[in-house]
């Protein structure tokens, strides 16, 4: 059953996690007047958040920069779970009415820009229903993220199928799981693996982490007292901006530290690691990763709370290959032996661009891997779609909040001067295209084939200095001359009048 062709929006955006309903803020604050919805898969809002429900599942960052700008976060917790980020997402929905114009149960399978009427048409399946639905909409605001919600990376593991417990990856946690008494391998080294071990261990009989190689793990507390003090002396917001700003910084110079000083980076984690362990743990094989700081991202832990469930004996590291799954656990390839009634996949993401959307333009495939990406967040030759990749050396939200500034700027700007259209086209001649994502993560080097390419200067660059991007996005032009502005198409005048 088809529905009848809706009137034309001037965005549809795509997602409702944090970028999109970001997105859809910047949009009410800034220009008022533009007509807008959200097509969004799930059942919920919250993308990410929503998604993973295994435990102990918490942000890496910090939500003075997580978060909005433009609105406070209020929680004692820098370091939050994801019921302190869902509420606040829904919180910020509802204050500026973006929970009412979410469609759920929406997927978007296509998008098709027709230049004759400067649209973009739209196909999207109702998950619930099975129907299909059309849409109509000036601008593509593809807010899905970058990893595919519906699998997360297994790999195959030797003699799997003789293991007699649950083999369960963390992106599909069951909801009945019971690790009370349990003895739990959990396979991988990054965040979720480093999330899951303490919240594991709390019941568990023991909980051993499986690690072919070692991450940086870093404490941080989950408390920043000094916002917690800046909000009493000064107005929540500007308490906020504060807090905000020094959070940016530490971010930003943590990182340029471990780029420049990487020897001087490793050694001051090194020391971090042993203060927190139990005296004589072997540091140098379970932390000491054979790529240096900030190649992959770090590990943060809460409170040390992964260091205390080690010091507690309730949890253990295992470094080393996988020789294969046994009917009682794991065996490595040194000989060695894992007991485990569970075992835990911690073992990455697969990425998905534009969350699986076929774009066409003018009746052509786009194929992203061919495309350059313009100030990170347009494709070359594709008009009127924007898309939000956030950083992946700070807080995803600094990026994408700049990336909305932009984008409302810019639709402000093609109303000032009655431009229907607009695409970036690359230069003229040979440019060395590189990898989009700079970044050591197995999940980004498995894709990197399939992603767009950045170029090799402005404005074709991916960016990753937020003081500098933030000066660009709200006093640099909005004009480029790689971006090329089209009118209305007469059809539209001729309707108008």
């Not at 480093?194 to 940086?216: D, F, G, K, N, S």
């Not at 993401?349 to 534009?354: A, G, P, S, T, V």
């Not at 009127?384 to 700070?394: C, D, E, L, M, P």
């Not at 709200?474 to 198409?489: C, K, M, N, T």
Request: hydrophobic content about 40%; overall charge negative; glycine content about 8%.
């Amino acid at each position: 059953m088809m529905q009848s062709v809706a009137p034309v929006l001037d965005v549809l955006i795509v997602g409702a996690g944090i970028s999109g309903i970001g997105c859809a803020c910047h949009l009410v604050r800034e220009l008022p007047g533009k007509s807008w919805t959200i097509l969004e898969s799930r059942g919920d809002l919250g993308g990410t958040w929503d998604l993973f429900r295994y435990p102990g599942i918490r942000s890496d960052s910090d939500l003075f920069t997580f978060g909005y700008d433009f609105r406070p976060w209020k929680s004692r917790n820098a370091i939050a779970s994801a019921d302190e980020i869902m509420a606040y997402l829904r919180d910020t929905a509802a204050e500026y009415g973006v929970d009412e114009k979410i469609r759920f149960h929406h997927r978007v399978i296509s998008a098709d820009w027709r230049s004759d009427e400067a649209v973009w048409h739209v196909t999207a399946r109702r998950e619930d229903t099975g129907e299909t639905v059309q849409l109509r909409a000036r601008w593509l605001f593809g807010a899905t993220g970058y990893y595919d919600y519906a699998q997360g990376y297994r790999p195959d593991f030797e003699g799997e199928e003789s293991f007699a417990g649950p083999i369960i990856h963390p992106q599909h946690w069951p909801e009945d799981f019971d690790a009370t008494g349990k003895r739990i391998a959990v396979i991988g080294s990054g965040a979720t693996a480093v999330t899951l071990v303490p919240a594991l261990a709390e019941t568990a009989a023991h909980v051993t982490q499986v690690q072919r190689t070692p991450t940086y793990v870093l404490p941080v507390p989950s408390e920043d007292k000094i916002a917690a003090f800046l909000r009493k002396v000064l107005p929540e917001k500007t308490a906020y901006g504060l807090a905000r700003r020094r959070h940016v910084l530490r971010q930003r110079w943590t990182w340029l530290v471990c780029q420049k000083y990487p020897e001087f980076a490793r050694r001051f984690i090194r020391k971090a690691n042993m203060a927190a362990l139990p005296e004589g743990f072997d540091v140098d094989t379970h932390f000491n990763p054979p790529y240096a700081p900030w190649d992959q991202r770090l590990c943060i832990v809460p409170d040390g709370d992964f260091y205390r469930s080690i010091r507690a004996g309730k949890a253990s590291i295992v470094t080393g290959g996988i020789e294969r799954f046994t009917e009682t656990g794991l065996r490595m390839a040194s000989g060695e032996e894992i007991e485990a009634d569970a075992i835990v996949t911690a073992t990455g993401l697969n990425l998905k661009l534009f969350g699986g959307t076929a774009l066409n333009v003018d009746g052509k495939r786009v194929d992203p891997a061919e495309r350059l990406v313009f100030k990170g967040m347009m494709l070359d030759g594709v008009p009127n779609f924007a898309f939000a990749v956030g950083y992946t050396n700070s807080s995803w939200t600094l990026k994408v909040g700049l990336l909305c500034q932009y984008f409302c700027r810019l639709l402000a700007y093609m109303d000032e001067h009655e431009w229907a259209a607009v695409e970036a086209r690359r230069p003229e001649g040979e440019m060395r295209a590189r990898p989009l994502l700079d970044f050591e993560a197995g999940y980004v080097k498995r894709a990197l084939d399939s992603l767009p390419k950045q170029g090799d200067g402005p404005p074709w660059q991916m960016t990753f200095d937020y003081i500098e991007d933030a000066r660009m996005v709200r006093r640099g032009p909005v004009a480029d001359p790689a971006l090329h502005f089209a009118p209305y198409p007469a059809s539209h005048v001729q309707a108008a009048e």
